[in-house]
Each structure stands twice: as structure tokens, then as C-alpha cells.
């Protein structure tokens, strides 16, 4: 009798236990992320590989689907913002001042091939089962595929998470258009399959004000799991670039574009006036022309100070390249934008404006010291987390220096500094923290995790 009793828990168990296995086989989903662009190191294709990596750690399955890709997945040209037919629609809206009215036809036109390219890559009998967009709807950069997609996700009721790292109401080049009616319907769509997601609390705020609509907060983040660390190919990084291992670098991570003010950071080294110190641009320009990179050389070469701009060298993945130089084809490493963090010794981060801050982020990460201006979201949702950076001043003061000349003479201080900030983004900023989030979006949406 106690072997029959026996043999029965033994079947039960074992039945429950395949009832786990093929619970957990049904809960896989195929999640797609679609965006303009998923190339380089801007935030927005930071964030999505941040977040595909999440997924992916849940055990789900992750396609990438974009206009410009650098990585596997789903390429589809048509989305691209700098799509010839796309920068022209962009520009009669926001350049021209024209009308919806007078480009309307055009704009549905292009919107109606979109939805079926859409339907051919993503549709055929295989769905996926959760859609996570990224700044589509935020910006009216591409506004067909806004339009499109948005249709698409009606149609087939797709459960989307539709991320917004900057909204149109943010930059100045939306405000003076005609066509804000356009805008508050496509910018974000306000459809019951799609749960909103904002990276901070101030845009949070203005998107419910404006539109009504209620999105969660969920930070920038990275993998505070990982062991990074100076390699023999990351060791190269000095002597590619002309740098001693004596010399400070000041890294200057950003993309080349206005909002991060880059010449505070040339005004900054300028008045350090320390031989040592060097700054390095590692960012791209061209999002929004190269006259501002222009403008930047210009004030760096009249400052008189050591700087590097090395963004042609730097990119998501590891390689050498032959690469043509004064006439001459020569062999390159091209380097990560990890690869810099390593070989810098402080981040200058003189931002405007920022939707949370991946430079911040990763600063964190890589434990270097920061020096930035405070800008609204690090004073409204970063800093009250205790946080410790250098704050400077827009026109860099005898106080700001003082900061600074500090910092470059207490390794001890620095040390402790970088050593609490870590562990303020191993709590706030990790790839668990977020995690949680997002379960919380898909039991909203009746998907489980």
C-alpha cells in the first residue's frame, strides 16, 4: 500500500511538473521592437538593445525591425527618417510652413504602404505578441510610419509598450508648424492596445496634461551585472589617439548637436588650463547637419586647448577597418563607446536638455566622475536619489573651477564619490529595476511575463 501511495505522489509531482514546463513554454512571447533607427550609440538605440537584452533574459524571443539597423534583425528602408521621400514630407511640414491640408494626400499616401510592408514582415500568420516602439510617436520625424503603424496596431490589436524618450512639444522647429491637429492625434495615438512609457517624471506630467494620457516612468538603464573591464584591445585606446597614459581625459560622450553644448566643455578645459588634460569628443555629428561640428572645431582650435574628436572610430561593435586618411588606406581599430569610458579618466556632460540621460547612466556604470550643468530632469528625478556629480555653471565661474580643481587633486574623494554612485544605480538604474517595470506594463496589458 505504501508503494501505491508512493507511486502516486510520484505521478503527481511529475504531472505537475510538465504542467510548469509547457505553462512556461506557452508564456514565450515574440516581441519586436520597431524604430526609426536602431544604429549607433544615440539613446534611443541604446535603450531598445538595453531592452531587448531584458527580454531576452525573460525568456522571450526579440526581433529588431528598423529603417537604419547595424545589427540583426528585420531591415526595412522605408522607415528610415532620412529617407529622401521622408525628409522631403518632413521638411514641407516643419520648414515650410505649409499646411496638413495642402500635404494630407501624400502623408496618407506613403502611411498606406508602410501598413502593408508592415503587414508583410510582421503579419502572415505571425504576429507578434507584443509590439515595443520607441520614439515613432514621440517625434514627428517620420510621419507616415507613425500613421501606419499606428493602423497596423488598431487592426490587429496588438499589445504595444510605446516608449517616449522627447516629445514634439519639447523642440522648438515643431512649435512654429501648422499642423499641431496632426500632431495631437498621431503624437502619441491614444488606442487602448497601447500602454505608454515615459523616462521621467516632468515628461510624464506634460503628456497627461496635454493629451490625457497616463504613461509609467521607466529610467535609463544597463546591465550593472557586468564585468567590463581594460582589455588588451581596449589597451590600445591611448596610443591609437595620441594620448599618454599621463594625460586626464575628459570625455565628452555625447552626439554632436547644440542641446549638449559642447563648447561649455572646450570653456571648461580652457580655463582648467592644466597641459594634461585632454578632451575627447567621442560622439557623432550629422542627426542635425555638421555646421555645429564645424562651429565646435572652431571654438576648440581658438581656445588653444588639447582635444581629440574621434567619433569616426567609435561604434557599437569592435572591428578594424581600412580606412583612407590624408589619401592612404590605413589599418584601424574601431573602438566602443565602452572602449572610451575605460581610457577617460572624467565625464563632461555640459547637456541642455535630456530625457533621463544614458551618458549619465553609463558614467555611473563605468565609475567616472561627473561634471555637469543641471539640467531639469537630473534636478527633478536623479538627484534626489543622492546621486553626487560636480554641478557647474553655464559660463564656468571661479566657483565651478574650484569644483573641479578638487577633483583632480583627491583621488581619495573621487574614489568614494564614484564607489556610492554605482551603488545607487545597481538599485535604480539596473537591468532588474526595470525589469520589474515592465512586468508590471504586460499584466496591464493582459500578457503575462
Sequence with gaps: MALFYQTIIAFKSAYLQSLTFFHKIRLLMKVTFLATRIFGLDGVSLEIDNWGKIFSRMGHKTLFVAGQLDREGILLPELNFQNPEIAKLYRWVVESKKSFEKIEVEVFEIAGRIEGLLRRSLGNGALPDLLVVSNVFSLPMHFPFAVGLARFIEEYKIPTIARHHDFWWE??????SKCFDF?????????????????????????FERMGIKSQVIWDSF?????????KY??????????????????????????????????????????RIVLVFAGHAGDEGYLYLKKVKRLAYKAGIRCKFIGRFVNS???????????????????TLWDCYLNSDFVVYPTEKEGFGNQFVESVFFKKPLILTPYPVYMEDIKPLGFRTTEIDE??????LRKVENLLNNKYRVERIVSQNFKLGKKYLSYEWVESKICRLLKELGVSS
Design 183 to 207: 500632431f495631437k492625434r498621431w503624437f502619441p495615438p491614444d488606442l487602448p492596445y497601447i500602454k505608454h512609457v515615459t523616462i521621467n517624471s516632468i515628461a510624464q506630467r506634460e503628456l
Design 395 to 400: 559660463k564656468i565661474k571661479t566657483g565651478s
Design 234 to 275: 581596449a589597451s590600445h585606446f591611448r596610443d591609437d589617439f595620441g594620448l599618454s597614459f599621463d594625460d586626464v581625459v575628459f570625455l565628452q560622450a555625447t552626439r554632436i548637436v547644440p542641446r549638449k553644448r559642447l563648447e561649455i566643455a572646450i570653456e571648461l578645459v580652457k580655463k582648467l588650463n592644466n597641459p
Design 171 to 176: 523642440r522648438e522647429r515643431f512649435l512654429a
Design 223 to 231: 546591465d550593472f551585472s557586468l564585468d567590463i573591464s581594460l582589455d
Design 317 to 335: 561593435k569592435r572591428r578594424v577597418v581600412d580606412l583612407k586618411i590624408n589619401n592612404h588606406y590605413k589599418r584601424r581599430r574601431i573602438y
